[in-house]
T-cell receptor, first 113, second 115 residues
C-alpha cells in the first residue's frame, strides 16, 4: 500500500506570492492533518480535514487555508507569503479520525525569499 | 491546556549502551501520548502510543515507554542503542482525547549514537 505522498517536495517562492501544497493520503484514509515544522517553533498543528470538512484548526493566521476533496486528497494554500513561512509542511493521514494512528508524508520544504 | 516537555534537546550515547529520552506531560484529561521518530529528510514515524491501557508500552525497533501518572512522565527507553537509532525524537500528546483532536509536539530530542 502506498504511503502518504506530498507534492511538490521542494518549493521556492518570493514574499507576497501564494502557494498551494498537495497531499494524497493512504488509500482508504479519510482524515488528513497538516503541520508546520520550523527550527524555532518546532512542529505545530495547522488543521485537520475529514469528509471535506475542516474539523479542527490550529493557531495560524487566515492566510493559511486548506480544503479536502471527495477522494480525500487535500491541499493547503498560503497567501501573501512571508519570510517566516519558510518551513517543512507535513501532511498526515489516518483512517477515520486523528485518534487513529497518523501516517506522515515526507513533507514539502517551502523556502520564501 | 495540554502540553509536553522534552527535558533534553540533545542526547549522546555510545552504540550498545542504553537510551533514555525524557518527556513530561501536562494534561487535564487522561492523556493519549505518543513517541515519533524523524530521520533526516524523512517523514515522522510512530514508535509507540499510550492510550490508557497498559502503562508499559512496547514499540518498534526495541523501544518502550512507561506511563507514570504520579510523575506525569512518559520516558522513552531502549536497552541497547544502534547506529540507525540516530534521529530526532518527538514526544506528543493528543488534545483533546477522543475522536477529534490535534497532536501537540514537544520540541524534540536529537539522539546521537557514537560508534
Amino acid at each position: 500500500k502506498a504511503g502518504v505522498t506530498q507534492t511538490p517536495r521542494y518549493l521556492i517562492k518570493t514574499r507576497g506570492q501564494q502557494v498551494t501544497l498537495s497531499c494524497s493520503p493512504i488509500s482508504g484514509h479519510r482524515s488528513v492533518s497538516w503541520y508546520q515544522q520550523t527550527p524555532g517553533q518546532g512542529l505545530q498543528f495547522l488543521f485537520e480535514y475529514f469528509s471535506e470538512t475542516q474539523r479542527n484548526k490550529g493557531n495560524f493566521p487566515g492566510r493559511f487555508s486548506g480544503r479536502q476533496f471527495s477522494n480525500s486528497r487535500s491541499e493547503m494554500n498560503v497567501s501573501t507569503l512571508e519570510l517566516g513561512d519558510s518551513a517543512l509542511y507535513l501532511c498526515a493521514s489516518s483512517l477515520e479520525t486523528s485518534a487513529n494512528e497518523q501516517f506522515f508524508g515526507p513533507g514539502t520544504r517551502l523556502t520564501v525569499l | 491546556a495540554q502540553s509536553v516537555t522534552q527535558l533534553d534537546s540533545h542526547v549522546s550515547v555510545s552504540e550498545g549502551t542504553p537510551v533514555l529520552l525524557r518527556c513530561n506531560y501536562s494534561s487535564s484529561y487522561s492523556p493519549s501520548l505518543f513517541w515519533y521518530v524523524q530521520h533526516p529528510n524523512k517523514g515522522l514515524q510512530l514508535l509507540l502510543k499510550y492510550t490508557s491501557a497498559a502503562t508499559l508500552v512496547k514499540g518498534i525497533n526495541g523501544f518502550e515507554a512507561e506511563f507514570k501518572k504520579s510523575e506525569t512522565s512518559f520516558h522513552l527507553t531502549k536497552p541497547s542503542a544502534h547506529m540507525s537509532d540516530a534521529a530526532e525524537y518527538f514526544c506528543v500528546v493528543r488534545t483533546p482525547p477522543g475522536n477529534t483532536g490535534k497532536l501537540i509536539f514537544g520540541q524534540g530530542t536529537t539522539l546521537q549514537v557514537k560508534p
